[in-house]
């Protein structure tokens, strides 16, 4: 099973009762039949040529598949089929192209005007369609050429400055043709060709040469008959009708009460024999003539020869046809050709089954191969893929025809690829992003997404990953750019945390301060592309004192970490800064102060001012009303006269008991609860008190409501 198919080409007849599967290549006019393979359906799993359960027809196309890899001792994967159906629809359509300039016509220029006219048959049939039925377009046929106006036989190597074509074109359901697809899918085979049962059956029962005259065929399978009828050397017309070998099997079933498959034996059995012995479903044995079963059955085939007949005049222009050839295996009953050339006011002698005697050109390698009219259909199919494959198909892309070649995995994107459509116009694109460093790192912030492509494909949505056909119609709206990025300081990670520091026994929240391109900025200045930020992790006792809005007197001592200082002294997290005490003071308080200096300052020993503003975007620094509110405090402290009192506040919904002071203002909420002010999860740090922003160093009582919290 290492070797390939090769050359080989797989025709499958997947029909209502049985699926016949035919393996061979052509050499020269004769086609070489090298394995055949058969089998019925254990259910009906289709009916009137429809698809009723595709995964039971998958597994019997595989029952196929494997029997025929057997015989061949190789591996098939693609394959040829057919397609029939119970809604067959024919639009007959005249198409002209003219070229930009006069030229000689090539085998390509005849498919892509073929292709025109299949996209103008969709066109019109949609156009009437007054179901809520998808078709697509499983057979066509051109009737005449033209060559700059006048009729002619064949366009190559003709020169021309215009070309046209009278054809038509046959469409069944979306439905039909993708359950044989998936059911063929479901065996391990991929389909490389596909066309209409009587047009595959027409490539073996009615060579070229006898096309000329008028001559019907009707392919009677189990479900459906299929009709085909030529004229001046093409095909003119197709047609079906919903009626054929299994309503004959029905009628005994209901006559004989027996089951479906044992009705199908009996009627089977009276080809060869003059009566057939079979078991009722009471179990009782039976036997039946076959004059009987002729005579139950010849209503039926009274009226399925009628309904022939009449579409045969109907796609012929009222009038009956020279002679019919019948294939297939329902058109065998005795009587059936008689009554059809009854109907149709022909001599019975033209009105034949078809068989070995069109075979003179298929020649069989398989000496137990029964060369009857069941195998005209499949072996059609294998030649029908010379005719029509020729690895490339034609789709319409933004009303641009466009050749493309069939990989048979082909999908929208394959066609905007050949079309030169944009890569990028079929994907969602982003805006302009945003580049810049960050203490040195590179970051960047991406654009927003714009919207994807819209992609139609015959009129209804698709994406680029919907599989395309031949003759598919493809539009695409190219998609859009988004917003180019926008991102202010604030937003950044590195900018939501503060600096801690120590003044005079006051714990200060100082935000960290941007730095851009060696300018200071606010939170809320939007970041450029190319810029440099530096997030400074240091503040100057100066900026310090005017954050705090805190004036000192000329020639007043400063001291960070107790060692003398000035103003531009540096002064980075958990420093301590001292001003305007004495030397002594100082030096009283250094022993407590090393052995906490460098580290977070317990949560009992903190009190004070905290501030939360943050600088201008020229860099200077707004001074808060920190100061004013420290004074209001110290009033309340002396109000009450110093002595120690609790209350009981309501904070984040839980209620907290303040003590130790005789006065409270927000900060100390922060001595009571468990929240860590340095362990930042958010852009921005919430303080309310009593439904409005709380100043750190606002006066708070007893009943207070207060929240605290981090807010992206």
Request: overall charge negative; charged content about 30%.
């Amino acid at each position: 099973m290492e070797k390939g198919q090769g050359n080989l080409v797989f025709g499958l007849d997947i029909g209502t009762r049985s699926i016949v599967g035919i393996v061979g290549y052509r050499e020269g006019d004769v086609f070489n039949v090298v394995a055949h393979a058969s089998k019925e359906h254990e259910t009906r799993a289709m009916i009137d040529g429809q698809i009723h359960d595709i995964g039971q027809v998958g597994n019997t196309i595989g029952v196929v598949k494997r029997e025929l890899e057997h015989k061949l001792d190789l591996k098939l994967t693609d394959v040829c089929i057919a397609a029939a159906g119970r809604v067959l629809e024919t639009v007959e359509v005249h198409v002209d192209w003219e070229l930009e300039q006069e030229k000689e016509i090539t085998a390509e220029d005849v498919a892509a005007l073929t292709s025109m006219g299949i996209e103008k048959a969709y066109g019109n049939f949609t156009a009437t369609n007054k179901t809520d039925l998808h078709f697509y377009c499983v057979g066509n046929s051109v009737i005449r050429y033209y060559l700059n106006g006048y009729q002619i036989g064949n366009l190559e190597n003709h020169k021309a400055r215009t070309v046209g074509a009278d054809m038509i074109a046959t469409f069944l359901p979306d439905e039909v043709v993708d359950g044989l697809y998936k059911s063929v899918e479901l065996a391990g085979l991929r389909v490389v060709n596909m066309t209409l049962e009587p047009i595959a059956a027409i490539s073996v029962a009615i060579p070229e040469m006898y096309r000329m005259l008028n001559i019907g065929l009707v392919d009677v399978g189990a479900g459906t008959s299929d009709i085909c009828i030529t004229r001046d050397g093409c095909i003119i017309a197709y047609g079906m009708i919903p009626c054929a070998g299994d309503s004959l099997t029905e009628t005994v079933a209901r006559a004989c009460l027996v089951d479906f498959n044992t009705a199908e034996q009996i009627k089977r059995g009276i080809e060869d024999k003059d009566a057939v012995e079979y078991k009722d479903i009471m179990g009782l044995p039976q036997k039946i003539e076959k004059s009987a079963v002729l005579e139950m059955l010849d209503p039926q085939i009274e009226e399925m020869t009628g309904l022939v007949a009449d579409k045969f005049k109907e796609l012929n222009g009222g009038k009956s046809v020279s002679a019919v050839f019948v294939v297939g295996g329902g058109g065998r009953i005795e009587g059936y050709t008689k009554k059809l050339s009854e109907h149709l006011g022909i001599m019975a002698e033209r009105v034949a089954v078809r068989g070995e005697e069109v075979m003179t050109r298929i020649r069989f390698k398989e000496d137990d191969i029964k060369k009857d009219s069941l195998l005209v259909t499949p072996i059609g199919i294998c030649l029908n893929y010379y005719e029509q494959s020729n690895n490339f198909i034609y789709v319409s892309f933004n009303e641009e025809h466009i050749k493309i070649y069939d990989s048979g995995n082909l999908a929208v994107v394959d066609a905007a690829m050949h079309a030169n459509f944009p890569n990028d116009g079929l994907f969602p694109r982003r805006g302009k992003e945003i580049n810049y460093t960050i203490n040195g790192k590179k970051a960047f912030k991406r654009g927003s997404l714009g919207e994807a492509a819209k992609i139609s494909l015959n009129g209804e949505p698709a994406d680029m990953h919907s599989p395309i056909r031949a003759n598919d119609v493809i539009s695409v709206e190219e998609s859009t750019v988004g917003e180019p990025a926008h991102v202010k300081i604030g937003e950044l990670p590195e900018f939501k945390s503060m600096i801690v520091v120590k003044a005079n026994d006051s714990r200060i929240l100082l935000p960290r301060v941007a730095v851009v391109n060696g300018e200071p900025r606010s939170e809320y200045y939007e970041i450029q592309d190319g810029d440099e930020i530096v997030m400074q992790d240091y503040y100057t006792v100066r900026q310090v004192r005017e954050f705090m809005d805190v004036l000192l007197e000329e020639g007043t001592e400063i001291f960070v970490n107790n060692e003398p200082a000035d103003e531009d002294t540096k002064v980075y997290e958990n420093f301590t800064i001292k001003w305007g005490l004495k030397a002594e003071e100082i030096k009283s308080r250094t022993s407590e102060d090393n052995s906490s200096s460098g580290d977070d300052v317990p949560a009992e020993e903190e009190s004070g001012d905290s501030f939360d503003e943050l600088p201008e975007d020229d860099g200077s620094y707004v001074p808060s009303e920190g100061a004013k509110a420290a004074k209001a405090a110290e009033a309340e402290k002396k109000k009450s006269g110093g002595v120690p009192r609790s209350i009981i506040v309501s904070v984040n919904g839980s209620e907290v008991t303040l003590s130790g002071k005789s006065a409270y203002v927000f900060v100390d909420v922060f001595d009571f609860i468990d929240f860590d002010l340095q362990n930042v999860k958010g852009s921005k740090l919430v303080t309310d008190l009593n439904g409005h922003k709380a100043d750190y160093m606002e006066n708070i009582a007893a009943g207070d409501v207060i929240t605290i919290r981090w807010e992206d």
